[in-house]
């Protein structure tokens, strides 16, 4: 029988009169490290057939769980998937570490081309499960931070996924409330 691991940790950036305070305390086992990383060490980004449909499914999962709360859905854009893509794809090569290393560049990245007021994240890994993203989403709602990121008042996602040789799988979702 394959071992089956899920750790999760989240963070939460707000923006206020140009400053950012980032609240990323929570990861299961230890705490985060404060020190942040260029935004991406992988160039481009690609959006494997395999991991499109987890994807998807992520998005509608969170939707699903805003809508019975009665919160407005989140809508999923490319941009913000892109860099969360990325993030997964470094995390699953140990490029970075499993954290949220890094956080501030995307989100500068995804200011580019979005203006927001504020921007959240959450990330996971999990391995020796038939479905990954599922696993993810039932941790994070377990999660009071991660759950917090998820109930938020934001207006967009962007979730990106990737898988390394041992088969382990990292999520990362990016929450933004656009202006």
Known sequence: MEK???KLIFGLLVLAAGLSSCDSSMIIG????S?????STVSKSSKPAEFAAMEESVHQQVNQ???????????LDARISEQARIHSQNMASGKVPFSHNGFEGRVKAIAKSIPYRKA????AYNMGYSNPGKQAVEGW????????????????????????????????Q???KGR
């Open 4 to 6: 089956r691991l899920t």
């Open 30 to 33: 230890q705490s985060l490290p």
């Open 35 to 39: 020190e942040r990383t260029p935004t």
């Open 65 to 75: 769980y805003r809508q019975s709360r009665n919160l407005p859905p989140l809508k």
């Open 120 to 123: 959240g994240e959450n990330v």
């Open 141 to 172: 709602i377990k999660s009071p931070g991660h759950r917090k990121n998820m109930e938020g008042d934001f207006n967009l996602t962007g979730i990106g996924i990737s898988k390394n040789a041992k088969g382990e799988y990292y999520l990362t």
């Open 174 to 176: 990016v929450f933004i």
